[in-house]
Every structure is written in C-alpha cells, then in structure tokens.
C-alpha cells in the first residue's frame, strides 16, 4: 500500500521511483509527500445503473446516502512562487479556465481541510 498511496498523492514516476531506489518501500511515505504544483490522482468511484443495485451491496448493513449535484472538481494549489494553478480530476491544467479565481486566490489565505477549501480574508 505505500506505493499506491505515494503515487496517488504524488503521481509522478520522475519523483516516485528515484525515491523508492534510494530510500525503499518502508520509506516511501516520508519522501514522496503532496506537492504544490502535482495534482492528486482522483478517487474513482464506481457507477451504478440502478438504485437497487446500491440497496442489494448494502442490504442488512448500516449506510447513508447523499445527493450528488453536478458541476465541476478542481484541485487549488497554492504554488511556492505565491502563484495560483487549478487542477482537473484528471491532471489538466485548467488556470486558463478561471482567470478570476487564479487573478484573486493569491490575495487571500487558505488552506485545505478534508478536500473542501477554506477561505479567510486577511483584512479581518
């Protein structure tokens, strides 16, 4: 699992493998770490055809359900250089996309939590 984990969160064999040469699969973990700049790979879920499907995978056992609206995944990366690079799901880069969002997310700080990104003026 330390190599599915690592190249997950950082998803590029230039880094990934030079450090699983030198350091190993038991270290793995502490040198390939998210980096501004490399997108996440995204967490694929499996589509369904149907809801009963869902209720006979989880029949007789505790589970929840939410509403899933449509719209657009992005990945906000704060780069070193104080810059701003949004990420498709698939790695794409999208900045050109959102030239407001890249113009104004270098003026305010933020971070992530739990994949939702917080914001938070400075003024305040």
Known sequence: MPYTRAASELPNYDAVV??????GV?????ECKLTPG???????AKPT?????????????RFTCEYKYDGERAQVHKLADGTVGVFSRNSEDMSKKYPDLVEQLPHVRFRSLY??????????
Do not use: H, N, W
């Not at 030079?18 to 350091?23: F, V």
């Not at 055809?49 to 056992?61: N, P, Q, S, Y």
């Not at 994949?115 to 305040?124: K, M, N």
């Open 18 to 23: 030079p450090a699983l040469l030198s350091a």
């Open 26 to 30: 038991s270290k793995l973990r502490e």
């Open 38 to 44: 490399v997108p996440l790979k995204p967490m694929l």
């Open 49 to 61: 055809k149907a809801i009963g499907e869902v209720l006979d995978r989880f029949e007789g056992k």
């Open 115 to 124: 994949g939702r990104t917080l914001f938070s003026r400075s003024d305040i």
